[in-house]
């Protein structure tokens, strides 16, 4: 195959002009860069990434490389404890024009995955792996409180943690990301019970989906039967569940990271 007709994922189109995964993915939805669907995933051929990139310098919001530099300085206050400094490193994000979704998508997360990286490789204490995620449950809290995207609320999201995940930051971290689409989010958190998780999407009005938040060790038995009790009790509830899983029921999405839950979640509002 010729370098002109090489096929390219979105994720390796990002990486080629230097944006962020989303922001490729925002020119596909548009019509901007033109993709084509292979086994459910997108694909650009070189040739009309490189027309994109010859005429589209890289924009001042998202996937700005002076956001991975906004990035690393709040890692380094994370690491350092420096809840001020943390938020200072956001506040002059938003301050500049960049949303909160781009905030926590290229400023939060890849933070939070250095820190992950660096405690698995002994490079940090355990308790400056908790700091660091106390810092941005924080951090969170205050986004939450900053003026709410305008016009008509877009419908209810319910995120929880299926029995047995401890891990309740990437579920908190899902509902900010809802919240800046417009959607209201109900986050039950860490460990939560099938039949609370039942009853709470029962109660709940206008419900769009469920979004079950796991990380790579959620113990998979649990994952099932969280998702079979939901299904047993709400068969035409849309669920959500965080991470791949293979061998879930044909109504359940499985998805791999934040941007595309965002993306089933477009497409799930628009259906």
Request: glycine letters at 8%; hydrophobic letters at 40%; charged letters at 20%.
């Amino acid at each position: 195959m010729s370098n002109s007709t090489k096929m390219l994922s979105l994720s390796e189109a990002a990486e080629h002009l230097g944006l962020h995964y989303m922001t490729v993915y925002k020119y596909v939805r548009s019509g901007k860069l033109a993709a084509q669907k292979n086994d459910g995933s997108w694909q650009i051929s070189k040739i009309d990434l490189d027309k994109l990139s010859s005429v589209e310098p890289a924009p001042a919001g998202r996937g700005h490389r002076a956001l991975g530099k906004k990035s690393d300085l709040f890692l380094q206050a994370l690491v350092a404890g420096d809840q001020s400094g943390s938020w200072s490193v956001i506040h002059g994000a938003l301050d500049v024009g960049v949303g909160v979704e781009d905030v926590i998508c290229e400023v939060v997360v890849p933070a939070l995955r250095s820190v992950g990286d660096e405690w698995a490789r002994g490079q940090l204490q355990v308790y400056e792996e908790h700091r660091a995620s106390s810092i941005v449950l924080s951090i969170l809290g205050r986004l939450q409180s900053l003026p709410q995207r305008r016009g008509r609320k877009r419908g209810s999201v319910l995120i929880a943690c299926p029995p047995l995940e401890t891990h309740g930051l990437p579920a908190a971290i899902c509902a900010e990301l809802i919240r800046s689409r417009g959607f209201s989010p109900t986050n039950l958190g860490a460990d939560t019970p099938v039949d609370t998780i039942v009853q709470a999407a029962i109660s709940t009005d206008e419900l769009a989906a469920l979004v079950l938040s796991t990380v790579s060790s959620t113990p998979q038995a649990a994952v099932f039967e969280t998702v079979n009790g939901i299904n047993e009790a709400l068969p035409k509830l849309p669920i959500m569940v965080g991470g791949v899983w293979s061998g879930l029921p044909d109504n359940v999405l499985s998805i791999d990271g934040f941007p595309a839950m965002l993306e089933q979640l477009e497409q799930l509002s628009a259906s």
